[in-house]
């Protein structure tokens, strides 16, 4: 079965510094890993992907992730991190092998930036 | 692009009440999700239609939960009776295509449910 571990609840970082946010994942095969956003009463937004190709994915609002095999991670960083960054980050990962499209999500980064 | 709507955005029923949601998705998305989001916890998927069809139910609780998307554009989530753990967010989701496709799900904003 599959599974993504997020192991902190709480990231803290100030403004300008970079950031990252770990996740860790299990899956048989070659996995496919997602991570969204999640901003306080609204629904979640795509972030990124990594499907297959370059380890260094870029996508939306300067985040990137860069997938490592070896030590089957995800990891989600910022160059420099924005107050406005703040918000619940949220790892998934996808299993290429069956029918459905299922998204298994982890549990969850609140991401907190000061001034 | 109009995004994933939902409605109600809030609802607060008692216990062994009965509860229905509904979610209209992104026009020409053919694959709908039904997510339940419990607080401190990632979405946990419930079904999956694609087009009217069901793609995935296996994680819903099908004695007392049950979803239709009859035409299938529009889908309703019910839940009949309702329980105190049943207390959640309840995302609904659509993409372009399920499997290889690989386009990302697109998410409305949620009903947040309350059984007291």
């Known amino acids: 079965a599959q599974s993504v571990a997020q192991p902190e609840d709480q990231v803290n970082v100030a403004e300008g510094n970079p950031l990252t946010v770990k996740c860790t994942y299990s899956?048989?095969?070659?996995?496919?890993l997602f991570w969204y956003v999640q901003y306080p009463n609204r629904g979640l937004q795509f972030l990124l992907k990594?499907?297959?190709?370059?380890?260094l994915v870029k996508g939306s609002y300067g985040f990137e992730a860069e997938f490592n095999k070896s030590q089957t991670s995800f990891h989600l960083k910022k160059p420099s991190a924005l107050v406005s960054d703040s918000a619940l980050y949220f790892c998934a990962v996808r299993d290429p092998t069956g029918t459905a499209s299922k998204l298994t999500f982890g549990t969850g980064t609140r991401l907190q930036v000061t001034l | 692009e109009a995004g994933v709507a939902q409605s109600p955005r809030y609802k607060i029923i008692e216990k062994r009440q009965s509860v229905a949601f509904w979610c209209n998705p992104i026009?020409?998305?053919?694959?709908l999700y039904w997510y339940q989001q419990i607080l401190g916890q990632g979405p946990k998927l419930l079904i999956q239609f694609q087009n009217n069809g069901v793609v995935d139910d296996s994680q819903l609780p099908k004695d007392r939960f049950s979803a239709e998307r009859l035409k299938g554009v529009d889908s309703t989530l019910k839940i009949q009776p309702a329980k105190l753990e049943d207390s959640a967010v309840y995302l609904c989701?659509?993409?372009?295509?399920?499997?290889?496709?690989?386009?990302?799900?697109?998410f409305g904003p949620g009903t947040r449910l309350t059984v007291l």
């Open positions: 026009s020409g998305h053919a694959t």
């Open positions: 899956v048989s095969g070659n996995p496919y």
């Open positions: 989701a659509s993409s372009h295509l399920q499997g290889a496709s690989l386009n990302e799900q697109f």
């Open positions: 990594y499907i297959t190709g370059d380890n």
